[in-house]
């Protein structure tokens, strides 16, 4: 079983619905992030969390929301989704060490498109 | 804010050619990711680097960090069609939250 989840894998959406994109992971990780990706522009990230209770803005949250319900889980709601939110979304997950330079695991992805 | 320059953006080769991907930071950087995509698929994490001066070897691919710690680099040699995918440089930035990313070099290997 993959260790990092993402649901669904990929939706077709219109303009103005609300939209949730789920992870879980089974890693046992507390760190998690949701990036999304378009062609040229690499991975931005849009919120992380080390944490239930520790939950960041990254660089493009405009028209994002989540929510961390439980150590394993980290989704991403678009309350009201727009065109140029189409991507691919991804969610990562990355531990605590001794190091503070932990590598990231990735899920799937969800490809969304927004019409 | 610390940003991460990765050049070329694509690169095509024949197989059996080498390919080098750079990694350029215009401060200092406290470590080093490497990632691999292939086509349709998500990052893959590949090796990370620490150490000024740094060169780590993984079969046919050597990662190097430079001596300023400013600039890195993965040489693939005699490529082959499975190296296909976009390889992706990425650090942590000062508050070791979160990873800045380089946009990534795509290769694409003619058989």
């Known amino acids: 079983d993959a260790d990092v989840t993402q649901t669904p894998r990929n939706r077709i959406t219109k303009t103005g619905k609300r939209i949730m994109l789920e992870c879980s992971q089974t890693k046992g990780h507390d760190r998690m992030y949701w990036y999304r990706q378009d062609p040229g522009l690499g991975l931005r990230l849009i919120y992380y969390?080390?944490?239930?209770?520790?939950?960041n803005k990254g660089e493009i949250s405009d028209g994002y929301s989540v929510s961390r319900q439980a150590q394993a889980k980290f989704s991403l709601s678009l309350e009201s989704a727009i065109p140029n939110q189409t991507a691919l979304y991804f969610c990562?997950?990355?531990?605590?060490?001794?190091?503070?330079?932990?590598?990231?695991?990735f899920g799937p992805g969800t490809r969304l498109t927004v019409l | 804010g610390q940003q991460v320059m990765q050049i070329p953006q694509y690169q095509h080769v024949q197989e059996g050619e080498d390919f080098t991907t750079y990694c350029n930071s215009s401060t200092t950087l406290s470590n080093i990711q490497w990632y691999k995509q292939r086509p349709g698929g998500h990052p893959v994490f590949l090796i990370q680097l620490v150490k000024s001066g740094e060169v780590k070897k993984q079969k046919r691919l050597t990662f190097q960090f430079g001596e300023a710690k400013k600039n890195s680099s993965l040489h693939i040699t005699a490529t082959q069609t499975t190296d296909v995918g976009t390889y992706f440089c990425?650090?942590?930035?000062?508050?070791?939250?979160?990873?800045?990313w380089g946009l990534g070099t795509s290769l694409a290997v003619n058989p």
């Open positions: 990562a997950t990355s531990g605590r060490s001794g190091s503070s330079y932990n590598e990231q695991f």
């Open positions: 969390s080390f944490d239930v209770k520790d939950i």
């Open positions: 990425a650090s942590y930035a000062g508050n070791n939250r979160k990873l800045i």
